[in-house]
C-alpha cells in the first residue's frame, strides 16, 4: 500500500532554513509527481509546490516562491523541501502527496502522508 | 488570484443527506476533488474527477459538476462522516498545482 512518512519538522527561528524530508513507498515513486501541501493551526488546506515525476518540471504557489525549493531523488524514493527565509505565517503541519494526473491534463492530489510540523517563531 | 469558494458549515441528522457545494470559475473545464479530513486525521480523498470514487469509499458519497459549482452528496450520512471536507481543482492560470477551497466542517448529529 501507498506510503508517505515526512520528516524534517521542527521548530525554527525567522529568516532561518529548515529542510523536510518524505520517503514514498508502496508504489514505484519514479511514475509519480508528488506534492507538498500545508495547513496552518486550526486553518484550511493550501497546496505549496508540485515536481514531476523526472524532476524537470517543478511550480510554487506565490506565497512561497523564491523562498522555497522542491526536489526530489529517486534512486531513495525520497521528495524534498527545502524552506528558506522562513517566515511566522509558514508555520503549519506538512504534508507530503502523491501527484493524480486527470484525464483533462491537470494535477491533483491522491495519498497524502501523516505530515510533519514546522513551527517559525523566535 | 482563483478562488474555490465552499460553505463553512453544514448540519444534517444521521440519515439525512448532506450536500456540500463548491464554486469556482474554472470548474467548467477543471474537474472538481474532495477530501475529508478527520479531526486529527491527514485528508483522504473521496471523489476525483468529479463524480469518481476511489475504491474502499463508501457509496454514499458521490459528486457531480455542473457549470461554475460542483458539489459532494452524503445520502444517508452518518454520524462518522462528521469531518471537515474540502474541494480541490486545478489552478486556472496556469496547468500545474491547484487550489483548495476553504472547508465545509460537516456536522451529523
Known amino acids: 500500500q501507498v506510503q508517505l512518512v515526512e520528516s524534517g519538522g521542527g521548530v525554527v527561528q525567522p529568516g532561518r532554513s529548515l529542510r523536510l524530508s518524505c520517503a514514498a513507498s508502496?508504489?514505484?515513486?519514479?511514475?509519480?509527481?508528488m506534492h507538498w501541501v500545508r495547513q496552518a493551526p486550526g486553518k484550511g488546506l493550501e497546496w505549496v509546490a508540485i515536481?514531476?515525476?523526472?524532476?524537470?518540471?517543478?511550480y510554487y504557489a506565490d506565497s512561497v516562491k523564491g523562498r522555497f525549493t522542491i526536489s526530489r531523488d529517486n534512486s531513495k524514493n525520497t521528495v524534498y523541501l527545502q524552506m528558506d527565509s522562513l517566515r511566522a505565517e509558514d508555520t503549519a503541519l506538512y504534508y507530503c502527496?502523491?501527484?493524480?494526473?486527470?484525464?483533462?491534463?491537470?494535477?491533483?492530489?491522491?495519498?497524502w502522508g501523516q505530515g510533519t510540523l514546522v513551527t517559525v517563531s523566535s | 488570484s482563483y478562488e474555490l469558494t465552499q460553505p463553512p458549515s453544514v448540519s444534517v441528522s444521521p440519515g439525512q443527506t448532506a450536500r456540500i457545494t463548491c464554486s469556482g470559475d474554472?470548474?467548467?473545464?477543471?474537474?472538481a476533488y474532495w477530501y475529508q479530513q478527520k479531526s486529527g486525521q491527514a485528508p483522504v480523498l473521496v471523489i476525483y474527477?468529479?463524480?469518481k470514487r476511489p475504491s474502499g469509499i463508501p457509496e454514499r458519497f458521490s459528486g457531480s459538476s455542473s457549470g461554475t459549482m460542483a458539489t459532494l452528496t452524503i445520502s444517508g450520512a452518518q454520524v462518522e462522516d462528521e469531518s471537515d471536507y474540502y474541494c480541490?481543482?486545478?489552478?486556472?492560470?496556469?496547468?500545474?498545482?491547484?487550489?483548495f477551497g476553504g472547508g465545509t466542517k460537516l456536522t451529523v448529529l
Open positions: 502527496a502523491r501527484d493524480y494526473y486527470d484525464s483533462r491534463g491537470h494535477q491533483a492530489v491522491d495519498y
Open positions: 515536481i514531476w515525476y523526472d524532476g524537470s518540471n517543478k
Open positions: 480541490y481543482s486545478a489552478d486556472s492560470s496556469v496547468n500545474h498545482g491547484g487550489v
Open positions: 474527477e468529479d463524480s
Open positions: 508502496g508504489f514505484t515513486f519514479s511514475n509519480y509527481g
Open positions: 474554472a470548474l467548467p473545464k477543471k474537474y
